[in-house]
């Protein structure tokens, strides 16, 4: 009895720790994926992507088990088109960046420094823990005057939630700017790129210098204009996820909610699909079609109902008390990507009546390619979103070389009740709700959710170009 129950934990220990592997498709064009991302039980990361290669062909990354791999490979044996691969040396034995022990800010006593404040070559050693983020945060408020909201709803843990705010003064009609980060929980240094971004403006912004992060150099007036347009950050969206991912090391995506589901992987909610955003996808969508699931198991659970979730309840109260908020991002990895609006499918501009919230286009919408339905967005928006997106992937290439892809949300493939698009619709959907252009950052390459510590620390440099170029390139369309 005794000896069944050892084995028992270990096997579990070792499928929790191994069980998913990287790996990709390769097909000559994004739509030989279409019959693979119907599948809920694959998880291909926060939204399933087909990236163009350079001689022609498409990817599309995903994490599966040995089980799910030797599915496909039966299912697609006579395909010859579309191929499988794993990436088995780049990702698993290899080591990737430890999670801070202890609390480096000394409970909010020792502020982050960020690196374009910092010498070139200059590293950060670990990833922040969940305290940390608290205590480095706290920091940011006790030594730099950065202002605090406590978020209304406790996590499922019983975490107390908390937005912040910096740059332009204490009326909250002022802000114009927000992004939010650690809503995946496996998506590692999320957290960490927002906190030593707004570290570094804050520093820079006393010391009246500017910054730099690879090749990419901002002004001290730079910094200046970004700060007064003003920042709202929610740093740590998904605490109890992170919690748990940074204890066990199980790439755990979504919240720890047990309303569902109370054991392995039926626990939890996928806050990225718990938007009240089309949130009801079997009603909205077209038959088959696959934006979010209602199985517990999968990683794209969307919830008991939009917003059922404390994280996404939090998360929408700060568009409440920031009222005049105009542009978003939420960061996410990893797939060296851009998103912008519309995920639920391609955009038009013709047809006004043509919406989200126009119900004879119910059990339509979704599929890519097809006329039935595409979302609707002004041309001039579509113009500002494009143009705020390309500049921002321009300048995330720019800092060391890697490659960033600007693209709508939708892709390959819809997605129901996500972060970007509920930012989006809020104009249309909530009487009095300003306009908000919802963007979605994915730093690091496909399906890397656990950097090593030298790509922990490009991807903060990446990212905080990004932020930078994104805010200059917002001002330049427009705050209000
Ligand atoms: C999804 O893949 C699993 C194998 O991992 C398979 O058993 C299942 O039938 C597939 N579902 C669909 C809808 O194709
Ligand atoms: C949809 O948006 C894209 C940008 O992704 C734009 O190039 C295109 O013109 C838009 N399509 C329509 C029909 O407005
Ligand atoms: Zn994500």
Redesign the pocket.
């Known amino acids: 009895m005794k000896y069944s129950l050892v084995a028992a934990l270990l096997f579990q220990s070792t499928v929790v720790l191994g069980d998913l592997f990287p790996i990709h498709f390769r097909a000559p064009t994004a739509a030989h994926f279409l019959d693979i991302v ?2 809920d ?2 998880d291909f990361g926060c939204r399933p992507i087909a990236h163009p290669t350079d001689d022609g062909h498409f990817t599309l990354h995903a994490l599966l088990t040995e ?2 791999i030797a ?1 496909v490979q039966h299912e697609y044996q006579y395909a010859s088109e579309i191929s499988i691969h794993r990436e088995v040396d780049k990702r698993q034995e290899r080591a990737t960046a430890p999670i801070g022990t202890g609390d480096r800010f000394k409970a909010g006593t020792v502020s982050p420094v960020g690196l374009g404040t910092q010498a070139t070559g200059a590293t950060i050693a670990s990833i922040m823990n969940v305290a940390e983020i608290n205590s480095a945060t706290t920091a940011l408020v006790n030594n730099f005057g950065v202002g605090s909201v406590t978020l209304p709803y406790k996590t499922f843990n019983g975490a107390t939630q908390k937005a912040f705010f910096v740059g332009a003064g204490t009326d909250k009609s002022a802000y114009r700017l927000y992004l939010s980060a650690g809503v995946h929980a496996r998506e590692r240094g999320g957290p960490d790129n927002l906190i030593y971004w707004i570290s570094d403006l804050v520093a820079a912004n006393k010391a009246n210098t500017g910054l730099k992060y690879g090749s990419k150099s901002y002004t001290a007036a730079q910094v200046k204009s970004v700060l007064a347009a003003g920042i709202v950050f929610f740093p740590l969206v998904n605490p109890d996820g992170v919690t748990y991912d940074q204890s066990s090391g199980s790439l755990w995506r979504k919240n720890r909610n047990t309303k569902s589901g109370t054991s392995g992987s039926s626990i939890g909610v996928d806050i990225n699909r718990n938007f009240d955003f089309l949130w009801n996808f079997k009603k909205f969508f077209a038959p088959g079609e696959a934006p979010a699931s209602t199985s517990p198991s999968s990683e794209v659970f969307a919830g008991t109902a939009a917003a059922s979730e404390s994280e996404t309840k939090n998360h929408v109260s700060v568009y409440d008390s920031f009222p005049k908020l105009r542009w978003f991002m939420d960061i996410h990895s990893a797939a060296g990507d851009i998103l912008y609006s519309w995920g639920d499918d391609e955009n038009q501009s013709t047809s006004t009546t043509m919406n989200f919230q126009n119900s004879a286009y119910d059990g339509k919408r979704g599929p890519v390619g097809d006329t039935a339905y595409k979302e609707y967005a002004p041309a001039a928006d579509v113009t500002a979103i494009k143009g705020v997106a390309a500049k921002t992937v321009a300048a995330m290439s720019a800092v060391g070389g890697r490659r960033y892809q600007a693209m709508q949300a939708v892709g390959l493939y819809a997605t129901s009740g996500a972060t970007d698009d509920y930012a989006y619709s809020r104009q249309w959907a909530k009487a009095g709700a300003n306009k908000v252009y919802g963007f979605t950052m994915e730093f690091g390459y496909s399906t890397n959710f656990y950097p090593t510590a030298s790509e922990f620390n490009q991807n903060i440099l990446d990212t905080n170009a990004g932020f930078m170029d994104w805010a200059l390139a917002a001002i330049g369309v427009g705050l209000n």
Do not use: G, M, S, V
């Open positions: 119907r599948n039980t694959f089980e799910q599915h």
